[in-house]
């Protein structure tokens, strides 16, 4: 659990599919935190989704409207859920990853994008994709 700078502990809580589809009906700032590499082989096909690896989001925390709605995914709900909780740790309130992140997002019907795309068919845990160490995203 992590705790803000005053004293109020965080835990964000991923969210499935629908309530996605839902929140990306209103405006939100809806973010894959995956390296550029990763992105381009697979993502999350919607209009609105922006590439800003971790690290980058990090350091670009203080141009961001802490009060505006931000979405995060990565491949499988790991990095996201770290980014999200990093995003309330600094104060920002309406924040959510999408839980299962884009195998969840593809699984659901949802389309996605990228040279590796169509190996997301049957992928249920990311090691046909690159969201493992099996070295297929190299």
């Given at each position: ?21 839902d ?6 700032n809806f973010f894959d935190?995956?390296?550029p590499k ?9 209009p609105?989704?922006q590439?800003i690896p971790?690290?980058?989001?990090l350091e670009?925390?203080?141009s ?11 491949m499988?709900g ?5 980014a999200?909780?990093m995003?309330l740790y ?7 990853f999408?839980?299962g992140?884009?195998?969840?997002w593809k699984n ?5 994008k990228?040279?590796?795309?169509d190996l997301l068919s049957d992928?249920?845990?990311?090691s046909?994709?690159?969201?493992c160490s099996?070295?297929?995203n190299?």
């Amino acid at each position: 659990m992590l705790i803000s700078r005053k004293g109020v502990a965080y835990q964000v809580e991923g969210i499935a599919v629908p309530e996605v589809l839902d929140l990306l009906r209103e405006p939100v700032n809806f973010f894959d935190v995956r390296e550029p590499k990763d992105y381009s082989l697979a993502a999350v096909d919607h209009p609105s989704l922006q590439n800003i690896p971790i690290l980058t989001l990090l350091e670009k925390l203080e141009s961001f409207d802490r009060n505006q709605k931000y979405l995060i995914v990565d491949m499988d709900g790991t990095l996201a859920w770290k980014a999200a909780n990093m995003l309330l740790y600094n104060d920002f309130r309406d924040v959510h990853f999408i839980a299962g992140g884009m195998i969840q997002w593809k699984n659901s019907g949802q389309p996605i994008k990228g040279r590796l795309a169509d190996l997301l068919s049957d992928c249920h845990d990311g090691s046909s994709c690159g969201g493992c160490s099996c070295g297929c995203n190299d």
